[in-house]
């Protein structure tokens, strides 16, 4: 099982595979539907894309790729969650797992609008249209994990 959070890899790495991202959070849940519901609204009245990245619900990570990508594309056995932020910075709406962000209170479905590095020009934009959907729509930091990871 393969869940790829910053303070799990941390220890075992250089420090300068890191950098801190911004995530535009419109919503939290704990359990996968009510999250996909409301991420499903936001991308329709806000009309971003809703990009899933093919992530179905699993035990033990939250969310998984498929078992053919997990073998194949990250050389680890099912299920395997890889947390966004890392080289896919811009604005979509997805639901992402909150065990694999550093900071983040873990065990949370989120819904995620924007991402990107810190002093970026795209998060502050979609927050305001954001909150016209989800007025508690917010942006929060956290460490990504940007090495090698095979």
Do not use: W
């Not at 609204?41 to 990508?69: C, I, M, N, W």
């Not at 989120?110 to 002093?119: E, F, L, Q, R, Y």
């Amino acid at each position: 099982m393969m869940l790829f959070a910053a303070a799990s890899l941390q220890a075992q790495v250089d420090s300068d595979c890191y950098v801190t991202n911004e995530f535009l959070i419109a919503g939290s849940h704990t359990d996968y539907p009510s999250a996909l519901k409301q991420a499903k609204k936001v991308a329709t009245a806000s009309g971003y894309e809703l990009d899933l990245r093919g992530l179905k619900p699993a035990a033990g990570t939250g969310l998984s790729f498929d078992d053919s990508s997990c073998i194949e594309d990250f050389r680890e056995a099912p299920p395997c969650y890889i947390a966004r932020g890392r080289f896919d910075d811009g604005v979509y709406v997805s639901v992402e797992y909150s065990t694999a962000y550093e900071g983040f209170r873990p065990g949370y479905y989120i819904v995620v609008a924007a991402s990107a590095n810190v002093g970026n020009t795209i998060v502050a934009p979609a927050l305001a249209k954001v909150r016209r959907i989800v007025p508690s729509a917010y942006v929060k930091k956290s460490k990504v994990y940007m090495c090698c990871m095979h």
